[in-house]
């Protein structure tokens, strides 16, 4: 990677709107050199980049490099070693709401490496959760965080908080993926996770340091979410939320969509339940269902879940038949055995001492009873 | 249907288990008249049924139609003008748990006619529910009782309580299939409203009057209650719940299986959610969700619930990316608002008159501002 290209792509960050479908495209295109060239000189395309255009002569894009470098912000591009590959799956994979395809290079600020994210999950869901939804994402998280899988998240209220907390009780990396400049601390409440990240994982922003969280730019924001990582679960959302935007990247972009189910009486709930009604979007209950739906083929099969085998579990229809025709109380002779469980006595004698040598019944001077394990 | 057949029907009932597999598959091979006189004669078929042919000497079954007769009670077979075709659907559905194929006939109490079970939904879950599967399930049943589709459930305490009570609320029909005789009332504390079944709609069994209700009767009694209905909506079910044995019936018999989601936290959600997410069941949120699966198509038509539409949700992007520069008190000119937007001052200035125009922003003489409609 040239220095002249990284320069080249740090100039587009800095005149370009994240995930502007059109700069972006034609910039991958021709080149990040060639497309500012046609930026100065066309006036025909120019006039499709007015702002772009008109920014390009205020901007100083190596100073910016040297301050962010100053402030542990390095700006990473395709060619990087710790390029995460994944985001190429953007290039020509359309746009949701008019904004797409593959950045020009994304803000780092933090130790966590992007190339490590290939296996990550995202973790995404409402601002204003409910104490169940936190608990849940809180658990999706720190189950996949400690099978060894980074998760990925905005840095907002609700959700995107449980999910980086409960990765964080886990010892396990987490990345928040921000709107705004990865130097601001939005919602300011969030400074002291904020800080943690910067200083044990990862702050990642396409937009350049200083720029504020409009809301536009969550909705390019979210398509990196869902490219960076290999599925996306959505824990509560209302209809409206941004969380199903990212579940719209995940689904065009073939990662895995994933929803936790909630009461139906939660508003919280009602965007995650239509994701899940309209198909394409997978239930799990937990970390081991999302664990099993990202990793490759047999790698975390979940164990169905099972109700503990009660002794009669395991009898045949026809012992089943008996031990339900067998009193608790008073004793019965077989005859009465067989004749409320309609089977002939012969072979109801026989399923009875069957039954006994497991303990499930027992024979007294007056005939049968079951036992306190056959009553189970 | 002739009288001798009807008998002959009966007295299967009376000798036979519900659902005995073999009992049920060879009567309706042969017929039932000649069923009954292989299970007299010969010797060799009737190793295979010892308990039924024994019982043969034993029942009087024109004394049982007429007591049965005189309390209200009808026996209604295959032939009949009342009998509910769809449960020939059962003839070569295989079994589950040994238990299956078409009942030689169904034991009905109550004024409600089985042939307008055609487009039932069944409301099926738990004994054990929680206050918020009753909810659901009432409302679940009280919509499609509305909608006209009578609610089919079984008479346990629970979630088949809160469906009669749902539909009942709605003044629909509702049917109880029971495990017992439809003379008996289990459980107990159910006798008013197996009352008021008897009284208005109908309470039905396979199982002849005065049997007890055992266990194995109620696997037999489920793949009723999947057979009747277009429909089976499983509200609540933990993991070993036989609500989940319906709706693997209703699964075989290529009827409509659905699940409605509840808290992750909670087991009595757990066996539905295993159902959701093992595929072959829809998840539904509401009665209206149930009524749009189990309609012929297009006729029950769910509008996809929306959140509210905000005055921002109808700008193009680029008009939004003005709106979010726009301060939301002291007013900006326009040079400044196209900065922050990075767009140019022309079109800043277009938009932010169509902008006015909608009355999203104002103009004041220091420049441009939010209106309380654009800070929504």
Same mark, same amino acid.
């Given at each position: 990677m040239s220095e002249d290209e990284r320069l080249a792509r740090a100039t587009i960050s800095l005149v370009a709107e994240p995930g502007d479908l059109r700069a972006l495209g034609l910039a991958r295109q021709l080149g990040p050199g060639e497309f500012l060239a046609v930026l100065r000189d066309h006036a025909d395309l120019r006039e499709s980049f007015t702002a772009a255009a008109a920014r390009l002569a205020t901007v100083d894009p190596a100073r910016v490099l040297e301050r962010a470098a100053a402030r542990g912000i390095r700006f990473v591009v395709p060619g990087d070693e710790e390029w995460p590959d994944q985001l190429d799956d953007l290039a020509g994979a359309g746009a949701l709401h008019e904004r797409g395809d593959v950045p020009v290079g994304l803000w780092v600020r933090g130790p966590g490496r992007l190339d490590q994210l290939a296996g990550a999950v995202a973790v995404v869901g409402s601002r204003t959760s409910t104490t169940y939804g936190d608990?849940?994402?809180?658990?999706?998280?720190?189950?996949?965080?400690?099978?060894?899988?980074?998760?990925?998240?905005?840095?907002?209220?609700?959700?995107?908080?449980?999910?980086?907390?409960?990765?964080?009780?886990?010892?396990?990396?987490?990345?928040?993926?921000?709107?705004?400049?990865?130097?601001?601390?939005?919602?300011?409440?969030?400074?002291?996770?904020?800080?943690?990240?910067?200083?044990?994982?990862?702050?990642? !922003?396409?937009?350049?340091?200083?720029?504020?969280?409009?809301?536009?730019?969550?909705?390019?924001?979210?398509?990196?979410?869902?490219?960076?990582?290999?599925?996306?679960?959505?824990?509560?959302?209302?209809?409206? !939320?941004?969380?199903l935007n990212t579940a719209s990247w995940a689904e065009r972009l073939s990662r895995v969509v994933m929803g936790t189910p909630g009461p139906l009486t939660s508003a919280s709930s009602e965007g995650v339940h239509q994701l899940l009604r309209r198909g394409g979007a997978a239930l799990v209950t937990g970390g081991a269902d999302v664990l099993e739906l990202v990793g490759a083929a047999g790698e975390a099969l979940v164990d169905e879940p099972r109700a503990p085998e009660a002794p009669r579990d395991r009898l045949s229809v026809r012992a089943r038949q008996v031990v339900d025709a067998v009193p608790t109380s008073a004793p019965a002779p077989s005859a009465s055995v067989a004749r409320v469980a309609g089977l002939g006595v012969a072979e109801v004698d026989q399923v009875l001492r069957a039954l006994a040598s497991e303990g499930l019944v027992e024979q007294l001077p007056t005939g049968w009873r079951l036992t306190e394990r056959g009553r189970r």
């Open positions: 608990e849940v994402a809180g658990d999706v998280a720190a189950v996949v965080g400690a099978a060894g899988r980074a998760v990925v998240s905005g840095g907002a209220f609700g959700i995107d908080y449980a999910a980086h907390r409960g990765a964080l009780s886990a010892g396990a990396p987490t990345v928040a993926v921000l709107a705004c400049g990865v130097d601001r601390v939005y919602p300011t409440a969030h400074r002291p996770l904020f800080d943690h990240l910067a200083e044990h994982h990862a702050i990642v !922003s396409e937009a350049p340091p200083g720029s504020a969280p409009f809301r536009i730019r969550f909705l390019a924001r979210n398509r990196l979410i869902a490219a960076l990582t290999r599925g996306t679960v959505v824990v509560e959302a209302a209809l409206r !939320s941004g969380a």
